[in-house]
């Protein structure tokens, strides 16, 4: 059974960073794309980063440059580092898995949630200003 368990997320002041990091059991992982989403206070989940099994990854215009999407397939873990963390990041963040043998691209994956069929339970990240 494939399991997802998110940590890492907190409170921060505008400016900081936090990495969250997603614990995976339960499958091959290395055959399995990756994402994070979030879903923020009376907004839509959206797709934050997404990295597929060759390790290209892709990411939302608003945390280009900001945010970096890794996984260390030898720790079945997945990781997200966010720098100059704004407000308006402030959601619950998801971590998600689609396979076994995804062969989907890190760039379509980004925009269809539904294709992730394994979620985590979230971590809660706050940034005041």
């Known amino acids: 059974q494939v399991q997802l368990v998110e940590s890492g997320g907190g409170s921060v002041q505008a400016g900081g960073s936090l990495r969250l990091s997603c614990a995976a059991s339960?499958?091959?992982?290395?055959?399995?794309?990756m994402g994070w989403f979030r879903q923020g206070p009376g907004k839509d989940r959206e797709g934050v980063a997404t990295i597929d099994n060759a390790g290209t990854t892709n990411y939302a215009d608003s945390v280009k440059g900001r945010f970096t999407i890794s996984r260390d397939n030898g720790e079945n873990t997945l990781y997200l580092q966010m720098n100059s963390l704004k407000p308006e990041d402030t959601a619950m963040y998801y971590c998600?898995?689609?396979?076994?043998?995804?062969?989907?691209?890190?760039?379509?994956?980004?925009?269809?949630?539904?294709?992730?069929?394994?979620w985590g339970q979230g971590t809660q990240v706050t940034v005041s200003s």
């Open positions: 998600a898995a689609r396979g076994p043998r995804c062969a989907a691209s890190a760039r379509w994956l980004l925009s269809y949630s539904w294709a992730f069929g394994y």
């Open positions: 339960g499958y091959a992982y290395n055959s399995y794309c």
